[in-house]
């Protein structure tokens, strides 16, 4: 991806428009805030990072789980062709609708509910964004990730986990890159901490 265009997105959007009245005052610190639901919106910094890290290009069809309050998928949706993003809580994914059709993205498609398991009926994606932690490696999104396709996400248990950058090359061979230390929130359903 273009990194120019990615920075400058990420100085343009007003992370203010994904936040709830009481957090708009804080929206340009660099920390993660609450949304709701027990669910946070990440640091705008770890976002363009993770954005980054995933390299969308403008062909990229997109799977995101955790769609939260839609800041992160405006990244994906500003850089990539479809974003297809799951979300556990319903509303937290009507409200980040409401927000992205009000910035006129019309290339994200959501869906509420268990998305550890991935979007098989639209699988393979060319890139997987995942915003929260698993407690072990989700096998069911690898199986979704198409050849030479990369996904992001946080492993690890409560309070501590490794962002963790996975390949899967031209033959369908995966390696994993342990990238940093970061602590999101849990990832809901089958491979969450539970």
């Given at each position: 991806?273009?990194?120019m265009a ?23 610190h ?5 949304i ?17 890290l ?25 850089f ?12 937290l ?5 409401e927000r ?32 929260a ?30 962002l963790k950058?996975i ?17 999101f ?5 089958r491979y969450g901490?539970?």
């Amino acid at each position: 991806m273009d990194e120019m265009a990615l920075k400058g997105f990420f100085r343009k959007l007003d992370r203010s428009l994904f936040l709830d009245d009481a957090q708009k005052p804080f929206s340009g610190h660099d920390v993660p805030l609450p949304i709701g639901s027990g669910q946070t919106i990440s640091q705008p910094s770890l976002v363009a990072y993770m954005t980054h890290l995933l390299d969308p290009h403008s062909d990229s069809r997109v799977l995101e789980i955790g769609t939260g309050s839609g800041y992160q998928t405006a990244f994906l949706a500003e850089f990539s062709k479809e974003v297809y993003s799951a979300e556990w809580f319903r509303a937290l994914s009507d409200k980040a609708r409401e927000r992205l059709d009000a910035l006129g993205y019309s290339n994200v498609f959501y869906r509420t509910g268990d998305g550890s398991e991935g979007w098989p009926e639209h699988a393979p994606f060319d890139r997987i964004m995942v915003t929260a932690a698993a407690g072990k490696m989700p096998d069911a999104l690898i199986r979704q990730l198409a050849a030479n396709g990369r996904m992001v996400i946080p492993v690890g248990q409560p309070g501590f986990q490794v962002l963790k950058l996975i390949l899967k090359d031209a033959n369908g061979a995966v390696s994993i890159q342990d990238i940093e230390r970061v602590s999101f929130v849990e990832l809901k359903g089958r491979y969450g901490w539970g």
